[in-house]
């Protein structure tokens, strides 16, 4: 199987970075919600704030990702620019 290129792997982690912000801001919007009204930060509450959190982790993590993209695909221009 081939490799993807430094485009579609940008593509690929910017994809899920905007994934992990939606699902985070839903799940945070729905956690807050519930706690403002009064429930208890308890059971399915409790799993939807984790869940918002680790939605903000897997965008984090695949921002670094692109940056080692953009650090690759600088190192692999640079050469191409000397005359």
């Known amino acids: 199987m081939a490799t993807p290129t430094l485009k579609q792997q940008k593509t690929f982690a910017m994809i899920r970075i905007l994934g992990g912000f939606a699902a985070a801001l839903v ?6 919600t ?4 009064g429930r208890p930060v308890e059971g399915p509450v409790l799993m939807t704030g984790i869940m918002a959190l680790l939605g903000l982790g897997y965008s984090a993590y695949y ?3 692109l940056s080692r993209i953009a650090e690759a695909e600088k190192g692999a221009a640079a050469p191409a620019q000397k005359p």
């Open 34 to 37: 519930n706690v403002l009204a």
């Open 63 to 65: 921002t670094r990702t």
């Open 27 to 32: 799940l945070g919007y729905s956690f807050i």
